[in-house]
Structure formats: structure tokens, C-alpha cells
């Protein structure tokens, strides 16, 4: 047979198996939400309005089962392994956690011990844990003793957690922000030679893409179903998975500070809500309207208006983490960066949504 004949065979096969591993997933998610929403009812998965939650009606809690289902599913299918077996099995603790706390609604200490040991799980029996922190300060790796990884993967593995689960507060945010990272991560595994751990990206991809069919405002007129703390748990630990098996040995292929901008919003939000809080003496992990979507629903952006720019955003940010991880020797000033995003955050969040609120008040005068 010609080379060319083979060579083109040959990217035809890659094409095809890229598009199963979004395809698939994608289409298996679409059923078992369709399903899920119909026996939501049946099994007390849905999510009433409140005070904090201003959603109209009950809307099932469905879409982090189905997300997970499909994810679940696809990975034994497409892209079998040991390590994916075990992200299956931890995973899925988690959400048999979160479903648990959306039907009963569990302390914020049960949910944190059932984290901690899920993550020490991950570091113990699957060995996914952090033992460097990269080149942070530009003077050499920052290598870590096994206690000091382990506890410093646990307090990431519920901070990233917590931090989707906070994002989840509007019709397709938390869907939006975390495709964002996941097909960056996607990008810069297949950049690396990582496809196993691209495929899985992909797979996670092709699910959000299913879910924000019936949770985006850009799809249906209102959310049809939410992820619930048992899709945002998963994720956020999927999520945490994928970081540290990137970003540490033996196959380190992305700087940890370039992940952090790759988890951008929710990390930048997380941070600052977690220093307001404990400056007014109240738990991180407490539940409030403090956050940045809230912010701008409140500073008069319609809910499409917010999620369109802190989804644009995120963007930026994630882009910004891709284009370091290829520029690795602007590391340090990087991480100052972030940090000053922060500062930045903190200090004049509130005046700017001030100055929002006037803004689009005296539109909403000038249009009547």
C-alpha cells in the first residue's frame, strides 16, 4: 500500500477515535439525564427555591449522577486502566456523598471528614499525591517529604472540591468553567504525549458539553436540571485528580502554577471568599451570596450577562496557564500575578460592582 494511503488511514483512525471519546459520552449523557430528570421526583432529588437559591421551581438534581454515569461508563469502554479504574471508584464516593447531601442535607463537617478520607484513599492506594511544588520563586523545585505532600494534597483536593461546588450558583456556570479547564488540560496533555489521560479529558469534556444542553440559558429558556453537590463533588475531584498526575513525576508535563491559572475563576473566587469569611469570623465552608456571580446579579447583570463574562474570563485565565506551561521560565512572575489578581479582587470587588450597579440602574431607567 502507498505511504500516503497509510498515513492517511492512519490520521482518519486518530480522528475517529478523538471523536468517539467526546462523542460517546456526549450522547450517553444526553439519555441518562433525560432519564434521571423523569425519576427525579420519585427519589426526593430535587432542588426547592429558597432565599439563597432563587431558581423557580423544583429542578432536579440530577446531572452530576448522569455526568458521572457517562463518564464512568465510557472510561471502562475507551480508555480502560488501572488509574482509571481507581478515579472511578473514588469518585463515585463522592457522589454517593453528594447525593446524600442533596437529599439530606449533611453537616459541612460530615461532607469535609468523608473528603479527607477519600483523598488520603487517592494518595494511599492509587499514589496520586503532590510531591513537588515546581520551580515557584525561579531558585529550583520545591521537592516536599511524603508527609507534607500528603497533607498539602488534601488541603488542595477540598479546596479544589469546595471551590466547584461554590461556582455552582447560576444556570451554567460551574458546566462552563470546568469545560474550560478540562479541555485545556485536554490540550496540553495531547501537546505532551499524554493520550491516556487525554482520552479521559476528552471523555469529561464530551459529558459537561451533554449537561449544559439542559443547565445553560444558552440551550433552554431556564436550567431543566442541576449538577447538584454530587456533580459538583466529582468534578471538583476529577478535576484535582487530573492536576496532580500532570503535574507530578513521572510523567510531569504542566507547571503547577500554570494549573492554577487553568482552574482560574474558581481558585481566584475561592481564595478571596475563603479571606473575607474568616475576616468576619465566619466558617469557609459556610453558604452565603458572597461570591462573584452573585456579585454581578445583584449588580444588575442578567444571568446570561454573568455567566457569558465570567466564563470570558475563565478563558483568559486558562489561556494564560496554557501559553505559561510552554513558557515555563516566567514561572515566578506568574505566580505574582495571581497573587496580585487577588489582592486586586479583594480590594475593589466592591467598588466595582458599585459602580456596575449605577451603571446598569440608570440604563434600566433610561430604557423605561
Known amino acids: 500500500m502507498d505511504d500516503d494511503v497509510k498515513l492517511l488511514i492512519l490520521e482518519l483512525g486518530r480522528l475517529l477515535d478523538h471523536s468517539v471519546v467526546v462523542v460517546l459520552p456526549f450522547f450517553m449523557c444526553l439519555a441518562l439525564t433525560q432519564l434521571l430528570a423523569r425519576l427525579a421526583p420519585r427519589l426526593g432529588l430535587l432542588d426547592l427555591p429558597t432565599d439563597r437559591k432563587r431558581h423557580e421551581s423544583a429542578t432536579p438534581l440530577v446531572g452530576g449522577i448522569a455526568i458521572f454515569a457517562a463518564m464512568a461508563i465510557s472510561l471502562?469502554?475507551?480508555?480502560?486502566?488501572?488509574?482509571?479504574?481507581?478515579?472511578?471508584?473514588?469518585?463515585?464516593?463522592?457522589?454517593?456523598?453528594?447525593?446524600?447531601?442533596?437529599?439530606?442535607?449533611?453537616?459541612?463537617?460530615?461532607?469535609l471528614?468523608?473528603?479527607?478520607?477519600?483523598?488520603?484513599?487517592?494518595?494511599?492506594?492509587?499514589?496520586?499525591?503532590i510531591s513537588s511544588l515546581g520551580n515557584l520563586f525561579g531558585n529550583g523545585q520545591i521537592v516536599l517529604s511524603p508527609l507534607y505532600g500528603t497533607i498539602l494534597t488534601v488541603v488542595f483536593a477540598i479546596g479544589v472540591i469546595n471551590a466547584i461546588n461554590m461556582v455552582d450558583g447560576v444556570d451554567g456556570l460551574a458546566g462552563s468553567l470546568l469545560l474550560i479547564s478540562f479541555a485545556s488540560l485536554a490540550f496540553v496533555s495531547v501537546g505532551s504525549a499524554q493520550?491516556?489521560?487525554?482520552?479521559?479529558?476528552?471523555?469529561?469534556?464530551?459529558?459537561?458539553?451533554?449537561?449544559?444542553?439542559?443547565?445553560?440559558?444558552?440551550?433552554?429558556?431556564?436550567?431543566?436540571?442541576?449538577?447538584?453537590?454530587?456533580?459538583?463533588m466529582a468534578l471538583g475531584f476529577m478535576m484535582l485528580w487530573f492536576f496532580v498526575r500532570l503535574t507530578q513525576e513521572p510523567s510531569a508535563v504542566l507547571s503547577p502554577v500554570a494549573a492554577g491559572w487553568i482552574f482560574g475563576l474558581p481558585l481566584?473566587?475561592?481564595?478571596?471568599?475563603?479571606?473575607?469569611?474568616?475576616?468576619?469570623k465566619r466558617s469557609p465552608l459556610s453558604a452565603g451570596?458572597?461570591?462573584?456571580?452573585?456579585?454581578?446579579?445583584d449588580g444588575g447583570l442578567s444571568v446570561n450577562a454573568t455567566v457569558l463574562?465570567?466564563?470570558?474570563?475563565?478563558?483568559?485565565?486558562?489561556?494564560?496557564?496554557?501559553?505559561?506551561?510552554?513558557?515555563q521560565q516566567f514561572e515566578s512572575l506568574f505566580l505574582g500575578g495571581f497573587v496580585t489578581l487577588v489582592l486586586f479582587d479583594f480590594l475593589f470587588r466592591g467598588q466595582l460592582i458599585a459602580r456596575l450597579h449605577k451603571v446598569t440602574g440608570q440604563r434600566s431607567d433610561r430604557a423605561t
Open 289 to 297: 451570596r458572597d461570591h462573584f456571580h452573585h456579585d454581578l446579579l
Open 76 to 111: 471502562v469502554i475507551l480508555s480502560l486502566s488501572v488509574s482509571n479504574l481507581f478515579l472511578i471508584a473514588l469518585t463515585l464516593a463522592l457522589v454517593v456523598l453528594g447525593l446524600l447531601d442533596d437529599r439530606y442535607d449533611l453537616s459541612a463537617w460530615i461532607r
Open 268 to 280: 481566584l473566587d475561592t481564595v478571596v471568599i475563603i479571606v473575607k469569611r474568616l475576616r468576619e
Open 309 to 327: 463574562t465570567l466564563t470570558f474570563l475563565h478563558a483568559l485565565m486558562a489561556l494564560a496557564g496554557v501559553w505559561l506551561n510552554s513558557h
Open 113 to 129: 471528614l468523608v473528603q479527607v478520607g477519600i483523598t488520603l484513599s487517592m494518595v494511599h492506594f492509587a499514589g496520586v499525591s
Open 195 to 232: 493520550f491516556l489521560t487525554a482520552k479521559a479529558l476528552f471523555i469529561c469534556t464530551g459529558t459537561l458539553l451533554a449537561f449544559l444542553c439542559f443547565n445553560a440559558r444558552v440551550f433552554v429558556a431556564k436550567a431543566e436540571v442541576f449538577m447538584g453537590d454530587a456533580g459538583s
